[in-house]
């Protein structure tokens, strides 16, 4: 087989090279016609976005976010020691009278222990009667011996007294007749000395009863009645401790019994029941049956819609301008009402990720009494801070700052021509013009997109990015570095509406 040659059905390279070079002559020819025709005539297809100045009035506005809530909230909460479980609860948003079921709670536990403490409460019941007797029975004998036997021993000993006195009397007698008849010898000496022992037994023994009456009245009286004093103060103390210990475990009784009344909650006052999570500055978990709730937390609250308001975070770079008494737009639903400011935080609401670091101060806006408001209902706040009349104004979106300073680009019937401002108040939209434009100008809406110049004053580092203010701020102007930013922001977003005004 004699091999195939190839060689007649692709060109060479020198065929091949000819064919390249057409086709780039061709491709040149194109291109240069596509850029000469640029170059020529650029003024018929360069177009811009512009904004005429003009005087007007421009409000500053603060523009937040928030949620209607109740100035005065009647908190509804658990008061079982030590918690309980939710047995069944009302549905949130219900409108309930005085003396309506909120919460049922779990109760046999407390009625376990309300049977317990009857026990308790009435054992120290029956100590208590004891004591009582044992104090009566401890006066009676108090009483019973000075009133009885003491004064029963007492006759007892003077009649003893007595009788001796009387024998002791007939003795003497005996004794001096004996000494007569034994002075005439009729009796002898010893008949006389038994007289005489007679009158020393009865004068011993009358001297033994003197003694036995004079220590009952020092001595045995003051001891027997010691001991029955100090048991009748032993048995009024002991009844004291158990009156004591039965008024604790009668407070302990009514204590639990009074639990057992708080497993059932009733509203004291009419209105619409919510959860506590949707008051905005409380973050109580919602409850439910089943649910573990503690003692002292908040289950239900029931607010006052006649004191209603709204509470946004404002951020802290306007803060400073806020004051007390401004007043505020209230943008619900369908609904537009009036407030004020009544109050502003001091302390700075928790920044970090979870708020995408913006720090900001609680503000409360108070609005009037309106039908139709219900907690929860979000609200779009509008502050006004300040009310610029007949000033010349310039759209943030026209501003570019640098180190350079604050400058716009006027519209000339040669071109473009940059001009410095000094620039007072702003509202993120719109920037007071104290100097640098007059009235009918034509300014351009997007600089940084038309303008060389613009470009390359827009790469310079800021001013004093320390403080995010360019070198004219005036008054407590918001501008800076942040309104560069709002400038290039605002650009693409607002340049067309703006030039439909315009023209």
């Not at 007071?432 to 007059?438: A, N």
């Not at 930013?485 to 650009?491: A, G, H, I, N, Y």
């Amino acid at each position: 087989m004699s091999s195939t040659d190839f060689s007649d059905s692709y060109p060479t390279k020198r065929s091949l090279t000819p064919f390249l070079w057409g086709i780039i002559i061709v491709s040149s020819v194109v291109v240069a016609g596509y850029y000469g025709l640029r170059w020529i005539q650029p003024s018929a297809v360069k177009s811009y976005l512009t904004h005429r100045i003009g005087r007007g009035n421009l409000s500053i506005v603060v523009t937040e976010n928030g949620a209607v809530e109740s100035g005065n909230n009647k908190e509804i909460k658990c008061m079982v020691k030590g918690g309980s479980t939710v047995l069944w609860v009302i549905e949130t948003g219900t409108l309930v009278k005085i003396g309506d079921e909120l919460v049922r709670l779990d109760q046999s536990q407390i009625e376990d222990k309300i049977l317990q403490q009857k026990i308790v409460y009435e054992n120290a019941l029956a100590n208590k009667i004891t004591a009582e007797s044992d104090v009566s029975v401890a006066e009676i004998s108090f009483k019973e011996y000075l009133e009885g036997t003491y004064e029963e021993d007492k006759s007892n000993v003077e009649k003893e007294i007595f009788e001796s006195e009387q024998a002791l009397r007939k003795s003497e007698l005996a004794y001096e007749s004996a000494l007569r008849l034994s002075a005439k010898g009729v009796i002898k000496e010893l008949q006389l000395e038994g007289e005489r022992f007679s009158v020393n037994s009865a004068k011993k023994d009358l001297l033994l009863k003197q003694t036995r009456l004079s220590s009952l009245e020092k001595y045995n009286k003051e001891k027997t009645t010691q001991e029955l004093r100090s048991k009748l103060r032993a048995a009024q103390a002991k009844l004291a401790s158990f009156e004591a210990s039965l008024e604790l475990e009668k407070t302990r009784l009514d204590r639990e019994k009074l639990q057992l009344e708080n497993c059932v909650i009733r509203a004291d006052t009419a209105g619409m029941v919510i959860f506590p999570s949707m008051a905005a500055w409380k973050e109580t978990p919602d409850i439910a049956e089943g649910a573990i709730v503690r003692e002292q937390q908040t289950l239900l609250m029931i607010p006052d819609v006649s004191q209603m308001q709204v509470k946004v975070g404002v951020h802290e770079s306007k803060i400073e301008r806020l004051k007390i008494g401004m007043p505020a737009k209230v943008q619900l639903q369908d609904l537009t009402l009036d407030g004020t400011v009544s109050e502003i935080a001091e302390v700075t609401r928790p920044a970090g990720w979870w708020t995408g670091n913006l720090v900001k101060y609680d503000t409360i806006i108070k609005l009037k009494p309106c039908d139709g408001l219900k907690p929860g209902m979000s609200a779009v706040v509008d502050i006004v801070l300040t009310e610029h009349q007949d000033v010349l104004t310039i759209p943030v979106a026209a501003i570019v700052e640098s180190v350079d300073g604050v400058a716009c680009w006027v519209k000339t019937s040669d071109g473009t021509q940059k001009r410095p401002l000094r620039l007072g108040d702003t509202n993120d939209q719109f920037t007071v013009v104290l100097d640098g434009l007059m009235e009918g100008e034509e300014v351009l809406l997007n600089p940084l997109a038309e303008a060389d110049e613009a470009q390359q004053m827009a790469l310079l580092p800021n001013a004093n990015p320390s403080n995010g203010k360019g070198e004219n701020d005036d008054k407590g102007s918001v501008k800076g570095k942040s309104a560069s930013t709002e400038t290039k922001t605002l650009t693409n977003t607002k340049a067309v509406n703006t030039k439909k005004a315009a023209h």
